[in-house]
């Protein structure tokens, strides 16, 4: 029996790792100084020395212009009251401008992309009703549709256009 030779693998170069061309980078000193900082105090008394305050302070004279607000008298606007029967009655005039044909096909409007338009029509002209055959035909059913779902769309098709194929304008 032969021995397999194993393969030595190639070592990792870690020489990525390391950079050649190294910048150096002069830091320079209080580059951003703010005026009035002082180093040597916290970061609270540094603000209060620069007259932005925090914590108790700013809450309390938000609360004091709140409170200010609060005591002058408010303005009031009028508007016109109207019942729930009057909302009603102008949505019924509303609707009956529109004719009876107008709000069913609002109401049954189907949305259908050409690309579904398409599919749908070569499907029909290849395989009549036949949902099965549609189902496993992957050249025409590009979107991969189930048998109820290609029955779905053919009734939808027929609902929008009124037949399938649709007659060319």
Sequence with gaps: MARRKTVKRAQKSHKHLFSRNKKIVKTQKEQ????????NIS???????????????????ISNELKKKEQDPQQYIEAEEISIDQIKELQRQATSKLSTEEVEKKKNKVRMNIDDEWAI???????????????RDHKLNTFQWTAIQCQKKYNDYIKRYGKCPKSQQ
């Design 121 to 135: 029509e070569a499907l029909v002209k290849k395989y009549q009703q036949n949902w099965e055959a549609m189902k």
């Design 32 to 39: 951003n100084k703010i005026p009035g900082w002082n180093k």
């Design 43 to 61: 970061f609270t008394q540094n603000l209060n020395n620069l007259g932005m305050n925090t914590g108790y302070q700013i809450n309390q004279k």
